[in-house]
Protein backbone atom coordinates (compact mmCIF):
# COMPACT_ATOMS: atom_id res chain seq x y z
CA UNK A 1 0.00 0.00 0.00
CA UNK A 2 1.07 3.31 0.22
CA UNK A 3 1.80 3.96 3.88
CA UNK A 4 1.67 2.45 7.34
CA UNK A 5 -2.05 0.92 7.41
CA UNK A 6 -3.37 -0.08 11.18
CA UNK A 7 -6.55 -1.48 12.19
CA UNK A 8 -8.50 -1.01 14.45
CA UNK A 9 -8.36 3.20 14.48
CA UNK A 10 -10.19 2.56 17.63
CA UNK A 11 -10.78 0.80 20.59
CA UNK A 12 -12.78 0.25 23.45
CA UNK A 13 -11.81 -2.53 25.37
CA UNK A 14 -13.43 -3.41 28.83
CA UNK A 15 -10.75 -3.95 32.10
CA UNK A 16 -9.75 -7.86 31.84
CA UNK A 17 -10.38 -8.09 28.29
CA UNK A 18 -7.56 -9.21 25.69
CA UNK A 19 -7.15 -6.78 22.21
CA UNK A 20 -5.44 -7.65 18.95
CA UNK A 21 -4.02 -4.58 17.05
CA UNK A 22 -3.09 -4.90 13.51
CA UNK A 23 0.11 -3.07 11.56
CA UNK A 24 0.27 -2.94 7.59
CA UNK A 25 4.00 -2.01 6.71
CA UNK A 26 4.79 -0.28 3.43
CA UNK A 27 5.67 -3.13 0.91
CA UNK A 28 9.33 -3.86 1.56
CA UNK A 29 10.47 -2.24 4.72
CA UNK A 30 12.57 -4.21 6.67
CA UNK A 31 11.91 -2.84 10.01
CA UNK A 32 9.14 -2.61 11.84
CA UNK A 33 7.86 -0.71 15.72
CA UNK A 34 5.71 -0.57 17.93
CA UNK A 35 5.01 2.70 20.02
CA UNK A 36 2.72 3.30 22.64
CA UNK A 37 2.30 7.03 23.16
CA UNK A 38 0.01 8.07 25.96
CA UNK A 39 -2.18 11.04 26.22
CA UNK A 40 -0.07 14.39 26.06
CA UNK A 41 2.99 12.64 25.91
CA UNK A 42 5.35 11.40 23.45
CA UNK A 43 5.73 8.10 21.82
CA UNK A 44 7.32 5.68 23.64
CA UNK A 45 9.37 2.63 22.20
CA UNK A 46 7.46 -1.19 23.11
CA UNK A 47 9.68 -3.76 20.64
CA UNK A 48 11.26 -3.89 17.20
CA UNK A 49 11.07 -6.48 14.61
CA UNK A 50 13.42 -7.31 11.26
CA UNK A 51 11.79 -9.15 9.05
CA UNK A 52 10.33 -11.68 10.82
CA UNK A 53 12.95 -11.54 13.75
CA UNK A 54 11.92 -9.54 17.22
CA UNK A 55 15.25 -8.32 18.23
CA UNK A 56 14.28 -5.84 20.68
CA UNK A 57 11.37 -6.04 23.11
CA UNK A 58 12.94 -4.40 25.49
CA UNK A 59 10.17 -2.00 25.80
CA UNK A 60 7.35 -3.84 26.37
CA UNK A 61 5.99 -2.92 29.69
CA UNK A 62 4.82 -6.53 31.26
CA UNK A 63 4.19 -9.69 30.17
CA UNK A 64 0.84 -9.10 29.16
CA UNK A 65 2.09 -7.59 26.06
CA UNK A 66 3.31 -9.64 23.15
CA UNK A 67 4.37 -8.89 19.39
CA UNK A 68 4.52 -10.84 16.22
CA UNK A 69 5.15 -10.39 13.05
CA UNK A 70 5.70 -14.27 11.62
CA UNK A 71 5.95 -13.86 7.99
CA UNK A 72 7.81 -11.36 7.83
CA UNK A 73 5.35 -8.39 7.21
CA UNK A 74 2.03 -7.63 9.10
CA UNK A 75 2.50 -7.36 12.59
CA UNK A 76 0.06 -7.77 15.40
CA UNK A 77 0.55 -6.35 18.74
CA UNK A 78 -1.53 -8.01 21.48
CA UNK A 79 -2.50 -6.91 24.85
CA UNK A 80 -3.40 -9.87 27.59
CA UNK A 81 -6.44 -8.71 30.56
CA UNK A 82 -5.91 -4.71 30.02
CA UNK A 83 -5.89 -2.58 32.57
CA UNK A 84 -6.45 1.06 32.27
CA UNK A 85 -3.27 2.09 32.26
CA UNK A 86 -2.96 0.15 28.48
CA UNK A 87 -5.43 3.44 27.06
CA UNK A 88 -3.14 5.05 24.59
CA UNK A 89 -2.60 5.30 20.98
CA UNK A 90 -0.16 2.44 19.42
CA UNK A 91 1.64 3.50 16.82
CA UNK A 92 3.33 1.14 14.48
CA UNK A 93 6.44 2.21 11.81
CA UNK A 94 8.25 0.82 9.47
CA UNK A 95 11.18 1.99 7.55
CA UNK A 96 13.86 0.70 4.80
CA UNK A 97 16.58 3.03 5.02
CA UNK A 98 16.64 5.90 8.03
CA UNK A 99 13.28 6.77 7.70
CA UNK A 100 10.38 5.65 9.86
CA UNK A 101 6.83 5.75 8.09
CA UNK A 102 4.15 6.17 10.88
CA UNK A 103 0.80 4.61 10.65
CA UNK A 104 -2.24 6.52 11.77
CA UNK A 105 -2.13 5.05 15.60
CA UNK A 106 -4.76 2.53 17.22
CA UNK A 107 -6.48 4.82 19.99
CA UNK A 108 -7.30 2.00 22.68
CA UNK A 109 -9.73 3.19 25.76
CA UNK A 110 -9.49 0.73 28.36
CA UNK A 111 -13.08 1.16 30.31
CA UNK B 1 21.28 6.27 26.95
CA UNK B 2 19.05 8.72 25.11
CA UNK B 3 17.15 11.80 26.32
CA UNK B 4 15.29 14.80 24.37
CA UNK B 5 13.76 17.42 26.09
CA UNK B 6 11.90 19.81 24.16
CA UNK B 7 11.10 23.32 26.54
CA UNK B 8 7.79 24.45 26.41
CA UNK B 9 4.62 22.28 25.84
CA UNK B 10 2.63 25.17 24.68
CA UNK B 11 3.71 27.50 22.18
CA UNK B 12 1.40 30.15 20.99
CA UNK B 13 2.74 32.90 18.09
CA UNK B 14 0.80 35.04 15.45
CA UNK B 15 0.04 34.47 11.66
CA UNK B 16 3.50 35.62 10.01
CA UNK B 17 5.80 35.66 13.26
CA UNK B 18 8.60 33.52 13.68
CA UNK B 19 8.36 29.90 14.74
CA UNK B 20 10.65 28.51 17.43
CA UNK B 21 10.17 25.19 19.00
CA UNK B 22 13.31 24.28 21.12
CA UNK B 23 14.72 20.61 21.81
CA UNK B 24 17.88 19.48 24.06
CA UNK B 25 19.14 16.12 23.91
CA UNK B 26 21.41 13.59 25.89
CA UNK B 27 23.46 11.21 23.93
CA UNK B 28 26.45 9.23 24.36
CA UNK B 29 27.23 8.57 20.68
CA UNK B 30 26.92 11.02 17.71
CA UNK B 31 23.03 11.51 17.24
CA UNK B 32 21.03 11.37 14.45
CA UNK B 33 17.95 14.15 15.03
CA UNK B 34 14.36 14.62 13.71
CA UNK B 35 11.65 16.55 14.08
CA UNK B 36 8.18 14.87 13.65
CA UNK B 37 5.04 16.73 13.09
CA UNK B 38 1.58 15.43 14.54
CA UNK B 39 -1.76 16.46 13.20
CA UNK B 40 -5.09 15.74 15.49
CA UNK B 41 -5.76 12.06 15.29
CA UNK B 42 -3.12 11.29 12.60
CA UNK B 43 0.54 9.19 12.59
CA UNK B 44 3.91 11.11 12.94
CA UNK B 45 5.33 12.99 9.83
CA UNK B 46 9.01 13.31 9.08
CA UNK B 47 9.95 17.23 8.59
CA UNK B 48 13.69 16.76 9.18
CA UNK B 49 16.50 15.15 10.19
CA UNK B 50 20.15 15.20 10.77
CA UNK B 51 22.43 12.89 10.13
CA UNK B 52 26.11 14.40 10.30
CA UNK B 53 26.03 16.55 7.24
CA UNK B 54 25.59 19.81 7.48
CA UNK B 55 24.37 21.36 10.69
CA UNK B 56 21.88 23.47 9.34
CA UNK B 57 19.01 21.35 8.36
CA UNK B 58 16.25 22.60 5.43
CA UNK B 59 12.84 20.40 6.26
CA UNK B 60 9.21 20.35 4.14
CA UNK B 61 7.13 23.66 4.39
CA UNK B 62 9.76 26.02 4.95
CA UNK B 63 11.09 24.94 8.52
CA UNK B 64 14.47 24.45 9.29
CA UNK B 65 16.45 23.42 12.59
CA UNK B 66 20.25 24.03 13.18
CA UNK B 67 22.90 21.16 15.26
CA UNK B 68 24.94 23.08 17.89
CA UNK B 69 27.16 20.12 19.22
CA UNK B 70 28.00 22.80 22.30
CA UNK B 71 25.10 23.68 23.32
CA UNK B 72 23.30 20.08 22.35
CA UNK B 73 20.40 21.42 20.70
CA UNK B 74 18.34 20.98 17.76
CA UNK B 75 15.88 23.71 17.79
CA UNK B 76 13.40 23.69 14.79
CA UNK B 77 12.53 26.96 13.42
CA UNK B 78 10.72 28.62 10.03
CA UNK B 79 10.23 32.19 9.44
CA UNK B 80 6.80 33.08 9.19
CA UNK B 81 3.60 30.67 10.91
CA UNK B 82 0.78 29.77 8.84
CA UNK B 83 -2.31 28.49 10.55
CA UNK B 84 -1.61 25.40 8.86
CA UNK B 85 0.96 24.95 11.07
CA UNK B 86 -1.17 24.40 13.91
CA UNK B 87 -0.24 21.14 15.79
CA UNK B 88 1.93 19.54 17.63
CA UNK B 89 5.79 18.75 17.37
CA UNK B 90 8.13 16.48 18.37
CA UNK B 91 11.99 16.04 18.34
CA UNK B 92 13.52 12.60 18.53
CA UNK B 93 17.29 10.97 18.61
CA UNK B 94 18.23 7.81 17.49
CA UNK B 95 21.79 6.14 18.24
CA UNK B 96 22.05 5.16 14.46
CA UNK B 97 20.68 5.98 11.13
CA UNK B 98 19.81 2.21 10.02
CA UNK B 99 16.27 1.44 9.33
CA UNK B 100 16.58 -0.87 12.82
CA UNK B 101 17.42 2.37 15.16
CA UNK B 102 14.74 3.13 17.55
CA UNK B 103 13.58 6.56 18.23
CA UNK B 104 13.63 8.45 21.43
CA UNK B 105 11.36 11.17 21.48
CA UNK B 106 10.59 14.24 23.65
CA UNK B 107 7.11 14.84 25.00
CA UNK B 108 5.79 17.19 22.54
CA UNK B 109 5.49 21.07 21.62
CA UNK B 110 1.82 21.74 21.02
CA UNK B 111 1.60 24.98 18.46
CA UNK B 112 -0.86 27.32 17.94
CA UNK B 113 -0.99 29.63 15.40
CA UNK B 114 -3.14 33.26 16.00
CA UNK B 115 -4.85 34.90 13.09
Known amino acids: GAGVSQSPRYKVAKRGQDVALRCDPISGHVSLFWYQQALGQGPEFLTY????????KSGLPSDRFFAERPEGSVSTLKIQRTQQEDSAVYLCASSRWSEAFFGQGTRLTVV | AQSVTQLGSHVSVSEGALVLLRCNYS??????LFWYVQYPNQGLQLLLK??????LVKGINGFEAEFKKSETSFHLTKPSAHMSDAAEYFCAVSEGETSGSRLTFGEGTQLTVNP
Open chain 2, 50 to 55: YTSAAT
Open chain 2, 27 to 32: SSVPPY
Open chain 1, 49 to 56: FQNEAQLD
